[in-house]
Structures are given as C-alpha cells and as structure tokens.
C-alpha cells in the first residue's frame, strides 16, 4: 500500500535576491525576491510525471508566485520584528491544491547564495562568510533509492531515520550537523536536506553524485549544473571508497543556496 504523502518544496525569499542578476536571469528576466522560483516549479510538476498525478494544468508560475506573496504578507504580519528573509514550504496535493506557508530565516552572511561554489580551492583558514562550517556525518548505514528519494514530498522516513542514526535533531530544529546518505551499492548520494559536491581531478572541481543514484535532483543542483560551476560524476567517482574524512564538501539546497561543510566518518 502506499504512503498518503504531498509534494514538497522550500523556497527562499530575500529582497536582496532581486538585485542578484543570475537570479533574475533564471527567472525569466524579471527581477525576483524567490531564489529559483521557476525551478521550483518545474520540480514540482516533474515530481507530479513521476508519481502520476494528473493535475499539471492547476500549477503554474503564477498560482506559485501568488501562493508564495501572500504567505510571506501573512507571515511578515504576525511577526513583532520585521523580517526580509523567509523560508516557504510549499506543499501540492494529489488533487493539484497548492499550499504555502512561511517562517523567517537567518539572512545569509553573502548577498550572493552561490558564492560558495566558486571555491575550488580552500584555504584555512576560511573566510567568514562560509562560517559556520557544517559538519556532515557519514550514515551508519545505507539509504534504498526510491522516487521518495528522486522526488521532495512529505513521505520522509528514510531522511528522519538517518538523522536519529546520527544524533541530528529532528527536523525544523537548526542544526550545523547533518548526515551524508549513501544506497546500497555503496554511490554517495546526498544528505538529509542538501545535495553535495566534492573536489576531485586535477584541476580540482566540484563533482556531484549523479541522478542515476537515486539522489533528489534539486533547483540548486540544477542552477549550478547548468552554469558549468559543478559537474555530475562519472561512475565510482563518488564512492563510499574514495570518501576521506575531514574532507570539504559543497552542500547546496533552495533555502539556504551554497554552503561548506565538513566529512566526519568517525
């Protein structure tokens, strides 16, 4: 039988997002304060293909960017302090309802949330807008590839199992810590709410597991792939083998954009 579960995605909002040309560029030319806004939207319908909802036709960029207006104007009017920095959850249901609620956020210490993927060598020590560093633990064991883990929806056992594994507190509690996950044939794939990249070649560069490993195929991921800043790895590239601990890792999701972390295998 399977899960009762919704679509899923988390979008940043931030004024300053509006004067990031990229961001612009990948939103059609108009300025935007969503990061990604587009992408997140041709994820949702992708995941819909995938799982075969039939409600396409109800989703579109505009019933998107209205949903994400008017819960960052309910939330902005609960709040004592004013904020300009929001995560949106958005959720879809099988019958094509769109639902968007939103919370503030930390500002991100770059007004650019892809500057991190411009570092393709690392030097301690580091400056500080790549603090605080996070610290990425390797699972203790392997997580099934599934469209669960190909697509972002609310069924999410796997990740909270992983995360309890590790001593990560349970979701939406902040945390620097999260767990790198990995499928049974021992391919790197992901951690519980980020994608990754690692240095590898010479020169050096960023690589990211490939889609074929079963890993959600994010709007960052996506951005980044796109503009030649990472590159999906070749086969046993990305390996539970060739992991080393202490080793930097690029961590990148729709919230929080690109950061650095840490591998920690003890």
């Keep these: 039988m399977s899960p009762d579960f919704d679509l899923l995605s988390s979008i940043r909002y931030d004024h300053s997002l509006r004067d990031l040309q990229w961001n612009t560029l990948a939103n059609?030319?108009?300025?935007?304060?969503?990061?990604?806004?587009r992408y997140h939207l041709d994820r949702l319908l992708d995941a819909a293909e995938q799982h075969g909802w039939q409600f396409l036709r109800f989703i579109t960029h505009d019933s998107l960017k209205i949903a994400c207006d008017d819960a960052v104007r309910d939330a902005s009017s609960d709040l004592a302090v004013p904020s300009s920095t929001f995560k949106i959850?958005?959720?879809?249901?099988?019958?094509?309802?769109?639902?968007?609620?939103?919370?503030?956020?930390?500002?991100?210490?770059?007004?650019?949330?892809?500057?991190?993927?411009?570092?393709?060598?690392?030097h301690d020590?580091?400056?500080?807008?790549f603090e605080p560093l996070l610290t990425i633990?390797?699972?203790?064991?392997?997580?099934?590839?599934?469209?669960?883990?190909?697509?972002?929806?609310t069924h999410r056992p796997h990740y909270s199992a992983a995360?309890?594994?590790?001593?990560v507190p349970?979701?939406?509690?902040p945390s620097t810590k999260d767990v790198l996950l990995y499928n049974p044939s021992g391919e790197l794939t992901e951690t519980s709410i980020r994608n990754i990249a690692f240095l590898r070649g010479s020169p050096a560069r960023w690589v990211t597991p490939h889609s074929s490993t079963g890993c959600l195929c994010g709007v960052m991921r996506r951005w980044l792939l796109e503009?030649?800043?990472?590159?999906?790895?070749?086969?046993?590239?990305?390996?539970?083998?060739?992991?080393?601990?202490?080793?930097?890792?690029?961590?990148?999701?729709?919230?929080?954009g690109c950061r650095l972390g840490r591998i920690n295998m003890v």
């Design 89 to 122: 959850r958005i959720i879809v249901t099988r019958a094509g309802v769109l639902k968007a609620s939103a919370a503030p956020v930390p500002p991100l210490p770059s007004l650019d949330p892809g500057c991190a993927s411009l570092e393709a060598v690392i």
């Design 163 to 167: 995360r309890n594994r590790l001593g």
């Design 137 to 153: 633990c390797l699972d203790t064991e392997p997580t099934p590839s599934s469209v669960f883990t190909r697509t972002k929806t």
């Design 28 to 37: 059609g030319g108009i300025q935007s304060p969503y990061l990604l806004l």
């Design 227 to 256: 503009q030649g800043r990472i590159v999906e790895a070749s086969e046993g590239e990305l390996r539970l083998g060739n992991l080393v601990d202490g080793e930097y890792v690029l961590t990148f999701n729709g919230v929080e």
């Design 125 to 129: 020590p580091l400056p500080s807008i």
């Design 170 to 173: 349970p979701l939406p509690s």
